[in-house]
């Protein structure tokens, strides 16, 4: 019997008889359908081909909605901030509020009561207690321009804010810092950042640091601060015993001036600054990210802020140059004031030493105090004298008087001292007065002197022999005991005998020893190994 198939490759129907071999069907895939038409009537006379395919219809046009970019929480801040900008609160009770990033959104009606009150009475100059949180709130404005209509108005809202807050909330400063600096980058003020930088200890580290330091070394040398100069020094002044013992001051005042007076004599016999005569590197590109960790909107000054800048306290040469001044300006110092020992391995050029100490030679004598010239009245003077004759005459007699005469026979003999039952000959009066005065501080760590122990330094150089004239028996007791091995507790008993202890003892010589040969002879407690060879001529 024929049948109707459809043949799925070529889209139509056909008629025909299967012919496959039956063993093969369930190996053979069929391509076409097969549909019996047998017992189906025809509709209204037709057939299949009869069959009208229905046209496709169009559908319906949809309205499209305008796409509507939501605003994201820096620009809802913003609006809102501009719409409240003229608010003025009026008085309310203090209401706390903690919140990360916190915003208008996160308070409650009776948070936002205190914060307007709190932000009217901020815009008038007083400052009222009152959480971080508002204050925040109050400085994100201050970004975005609200409150301000001048830039250096806005500049002096920041630091009220900072002079009234810092102290009261530490973590305050750094992020303060960061911010300000940012404020005056954005809107070009003429303000110096260094000040600002220093206000925190994080924000020194930073690359605004570099980039002020390298400003001051070219523009104004004179300016910088002692600690601004030892960022760039790598010596240790901690370490400078003559800082400790009171040469801080003229450290702290002469290091900066000497560096200013070293970089003016370059520039006229070279003509380039110091910082210009050890730079070669190429000034380096950053990107400083702006109000970092601020509820900022960046499309009002962008995301970042582009600084090129020279990168000095990386600078080997320069530090090392400068580390060369401290140096040569403390030895210099320690000659003026009489100070025993000078630090090693100063390496300037002969003219810059004599400029150093001519000049500090000018400045000290010129800050030493004038004493007021002292005349003497000659008549006022003989009349003084002529008074003092009869004053002594009568208190003489007086005494005279008073006195038995087996007493003051006694009294006369310059071999009598007093003892414990009345006047006896058994001891000299200069011996008893002696042995009653009063020990002074340099004698306290140096008894008992015995001239036991012997330190011939013959071979060795000048400093080795300036550090084994400075050090007592004390000292060279203990450096003996260490060159032997000595236990702790063997230390504990020299220390004992001088009536000190151990640790000072062993400061002390590394003291002196930094003082003179530069460098360190002990380690914990015991001799350095490198140094060990230079103390087998101390004998006992």
């Known amino acids: 019997m024929p049948r109707l198939y459809y043949n799925k490759k070529q889209n139509k129907y056909s008629t025909g008889t299967v012919m496959c071999d039956f063993m093969e069907w369930d190996k053979k895939p069929l391509d076409f359908a097969e549909i019996d038409m047998k017992d189906e009537p025809a509709q209204d006379g037709a057939g299949l081909r009869s069959l009208a395919i229905p046209q496709r219809k169009e559908s319906p046009a949809v309205e499209r909605i305008p796409f509507v970019k939501a605003l994201s929480r820096e620009q809802q801040f913003v609006q809102q901030a501009r719409a409240l900008e003229e608010r003025r609160g009026e008085q309310a009770p203090f209401v706390p509020f903690m919140s990360y990033w916190p915003t208008y959104e996160q308070m409650s009606e009776a948070q936002r009561s205190w914060y307007f009150y709190w932000r009217s009475e901020v815009r008038d100059g007083h400052y009222l207690f009152t959480d971080l949180s508002y204050v925040f709130v109050y400085l994100y404005e201050l970004i975005h321009g609200i409150g301000w209509q001048d830039p250096y108005h806005g500049y002096a809202l920041w630091m009220g804010i900072w002079e009234a807050y810092g102290t009261r909330y530490p ?28 206000r925190s200890d994080t924000a020194r580290t930073h690359e605004l640091f570099d980039l002020e330091l390298s ?15 030892m960022t760039l020094s790598d010596y240790d002044m901690q370490r400078s015993k003559f800082y400790q013992d009171g040469g801080n001051a003229l450290m702290e005042e002469y290091v900066p001036k000497v560096l200013a007076i070293v970089d003016s004599y370059m520039q006229k016999t070279t003509g380039q600054t110091l910082v210009d005569t050890f730079y070669k590197g190429p000034k380096k590109k950053i990107e400083r990210y702006l109000f970092r960790s601020a509820i900022y909107d960046a499309s009002l000054y962008g995301r970042t802020f582009t600084l090129r800048l020279d990168q000095v306290r990386k600078c080997a040469p320069l530090r090392y140059y400068i580390t060369q001044l401290v140096r040569c300006t403390e030895n210099k110092l ?10 090693r391995g ?12 001519r000049y500090l030679e000018r400045e000290y004598q010129a800050a030493k105090p004038v004493l007021p010239a002292i005349s003497i009245d000659a008549e006022k003077l003989a009349l003084l004298q002529q008074d003092s004759k009869e004053v002594r005459s009568m208190l003489t ?19 009598m001292a007093v003892g414990k039952e009345g006047w ?15 020990k002074s501080d340099e004698d306290v ?4 002197e015995d001239p036991s122990f012997v330190w011939k330094t013959a071979g060795l150089d000048e400093d080795w022999t300036q550090l084994a004239e400075q050090l007592g028996q004390a000292h060279l007791e203990v450096l003996y005991a260490l060159k032997s091995h000595a236990s702790a507790h063997e230390l504990e008993q020299i220390a004992e005998t001088y009536g000190t202890m ?15 040969i530069g460098d360190l002879v002990i380690d914990g407690e015991r001799i350095s190994e490198e140094y060990e060879n230079y103390f087998e001529s101390l004998t006992r």
């Open 424 to 438: 006896t000959h058994d001891a000299p009066l200069q011996g008893t007065l002696h042995e009653v005065s009063p």
């Open 171 to 198: 973590k305050l400063n750094a992020y303060l810092a960061d911010w300000v600096c940012d404020f005056v980058l954005v809107h070009h003020l003429n303000i110096p950042l260094m000040d600002i930088l220093f």
């Open 445 to 448: 760590g140096r008894l008992p």
């Open 397 to 415: 007699v007086e005494a005279w008087e008073d006195e038995p005469d087996s007493q003051a026979k006694e009294v006369s003999d310059p071999d």
């Open 334 to 343: 320690r000659e003026l004031r009489q100070f025993k020992g000078r630090l």
């Open 346 to 357: 100063v390496s300037l050029k002969s003219e810059t030493e004599t400029l150093i100490q």
């Open 502 to 516: 151990p640790e000072l003892l062993l400061d002390e010589i590394n003291g002196i020893a930094m003082e003179t």
């Open 215 to 229: 400003r001051l070394l070219r523009e104004n040398p004179a300016s910088l601060t002692f600690g601004q100069v």
